[in-house]
């Protein structure tokens, strides 16, 4: 199931999914519906570079859950979710690589100082297709001691392919009790399905959003067609990602939000 939702979801990006019309529109070009194919791929893009889709399709995701202005005075735990490390390349440079998300260790790295007492767990293993390369956690280990966290200090759970895992493995390996206050660190545009497997998992966190994608004004945003269909992917990734979590019951809600007050 891992390997065939990879190869769905791959299909079913913006990105993949204009390509794809557009070769299936040429390679029927004789056709009248062939020629469809085209005119409405080329459409596509030219939307997409022309007005802020990408911002349309990110900007509810990255304000689904509120920045933590106020820390709390106590923390039990900090856990943060895989997808800053390039493990791939990681491994072939002998170096940890981080990506876009790297902001979720540095942030977990600052809070692990605020907080000297609370447990620590980095939960990610490797979300490639080729599994048993390497893992995430490999080189997290690494970074983390490079930085100066004590090596011992965190616990390293390397086994996880999803989100679902990282939820479901991690609460079998700490065992949060239920009165614990947990901060759960992620993007903050993976942070609605994130949350709501976690609450699924019987795990009740403290989210605290980093890395966010879209801003209040729309100047000064990238003229580059691969730049933005970079974060219409990465949104239509989060709205398919949580279709499906709802849809298989791995969430409580179709879109995970805050929860109101006494709940």
């Not at 730049?227 to 298989?248: F, K, N, Q």
Request: include cysteine; hydrophobic fraction near 45%; charge should be neutral.
């Amino acid at each position: 199931m891992f390997l065939i939702g990879k190869f769905l979801t791959i299909a079913m990006l913006p990105a993949a999914f204009l390509v794809e019309m557009m070769l299936i529109g040429l390679i029927l070009h004789r056709m009248r519906f062939g020629r469809i194919l085209v005119v409405t791929a080329a459409l596509g893009m030219a939307t997409c570079l022309i007005f802020p889709v990408d911002q349309w399709a990110v900007r509810p995701l990255d304000d689904r859950f509120p920045r933590v202005t106020i820390p709390p005075a106590h923390v039990d735990g900090i856990i943060v979710l895989g997808g800053s490390i390039d493990d791939l390349t990681s491994e072939d440079r002998q170096m940890p690589v981080t990506g876009t998300a790297g902001d979720r260790l540095t942030t977990f790295v600052a809070l692990a100082r605020r907080y000297p007492e609370a447990k620590l767990v980095f939960t990610g293993g490797s979300g490639d297709i080729a599994q048993g390369v390497t893992n995430e956690a490999k080189w997290v280990q690494i970074l983390f001691e490079e930085l100066g966290l004590p090596a011992g200090r965190v616990i390293y759970e390397n086994h996880s392919r999803t989100t679902r895992e990282n939820a479901t493995d991690s609460f079998s390996l700490v065992h949060p009790a239920p009165n614990e206050t947990w901060i759960l660190i992620t993007s903050a545009s993976h942070m609605p399905r994130s949350v709501g497997v976690f609450r699924r998992a019987g795990w009740h966190v403290l989210p605290w959003p980093v890395g966010y994608m879209s801003r209040d004004r729309l100047h000064g945003y990238s003229l580059s067609l691969g730049a933005r269909m970079a974060v219409l992917d990465w949104a239509a990734h989060e709205w398919i990602g949580m279709a499906a979590y709802r849809a298989r019951g791995w969430t409580d809600a179709l879109f995970p939000g805050p929860l109101s007050p006494g709940e």
